[in-house]
């Protein structure tokens, strides 16, 4: 049996869009030359030329970052203070690994519009679609049209989000890791900004984030390479990096096939 690795995390970089202007990442790269003043502290004196090669001493980068940029997993204390009802909600250091590495289940949602907000129904249709029944602890992955818009100025108002009924639909049956490609799991706030000013309803705002004050989950956010997965039939790899008492913790998610 071998074993088939898909990559579904986006890169951390500087120059592609996935995050507005006050969240983007700035990373500075030093080369091997750049260092060798850092290198000193550990030998005084060091050239580069001391260097085999004679081309410093080591590549290294600095980056400016939010647990929130790149492919990253949200913790429920992110969404809320309390989870489950009214418990303490867990920060992403205290997240159970078990939920991080659980079968993988696709809906494909590429052919709504931006900014629709999926229902039940429309979780219950896409299942039977594909001819699954969830199971307890399965990571579902939300496939829409943000996947391929990566880079797009526009890319946070691109795809559809889940909604309160749908991301309950979920965890009611046992589900507590999902994941989008898009920017965030609910609608683009671009969108939900005009139902709230024509509702006056201001539960609308970030409806699938707040269902974890019901029922505890985590979502993965910003997925890549969705549309080159089947429905079902590979393992999700999702653990996230352990920032202390964090809202959230970048990932290297991955599908992995034992073919």
């Known amino acids: 049996m071998t074993r088939r690795f898909v990559d579904l995390s986006i890169y951390l970089e500087n120059d592609v869009v996935t995050d507005p202007p006050f969240l983007r990442p700035k990373i500075t790269y030093q080369s ?27 590549a290294a980068e600095w980056v400016t970052l939010t647990t929130h940029n790149g492919t990253h997993l949200d913790a429920p204390w992110h969404f809320h203070p309390t989870m489950d009802g009214g418990r ?11 939920w991080c590495f659980r079968p993988g289940v696709k809906l494909d949602f590429r052919h709504f519009a931006d900014g629709y907000v999926v229902t039940a129904a429309d979780v219950e249709a ?47 049956r046992g ?3 999902t994941g989008t490609d898009a920017w965030s799991w609910d609608a683009p706030f671009s969108y939900t900004a005009k139902r709230v000013a024509e509702t006056g309803d201001h539960s609308l705002i970030w409806e699938g984030h707040k269902a974890g004050r019901d029922i505890g989950y985590c979502h993965l956010e910003k997925l890549h390479n969705l549309e080159v997965l089947p429905a079902t039939g590979y393992t999700v790899a999702c ?21």
């Open 175 to 177: 589900v507590r890791v």
């Open 88 to 98: 303490p909600a867990i920060t992403i250091d205290e997240v159970p690994l078990d």
């Open 239 to 259: 653990f996230p990096h352990k920032v202390k008492a964090a809202s959230a913790g970048w990932t290297r998610a991955v599908a992995i096939f034992e073919e």
């Open 32 to 58: 091997h030359r750049d260092t060798i003043t850092e290198a000193g502290y550990f030998f005084p004196g060091l050239t580069a030329e001391d260097m085999p090669g004679g081309e410093g001493f080591a």
């Open 126 to 172: 896409e299942l039977a679609r594909i001819g699954h029944a969830l199971q307890p602890l399965d990571i579902v992955l939300v496939n829409t049209a943000a996947g391929m818009a990566v880079g797009n100025p526009d890319y946070v108002n691109i795809g559809c989000g889940m909604g309160y009924e749908a991301t309950m639909y979920l965890l009611q």
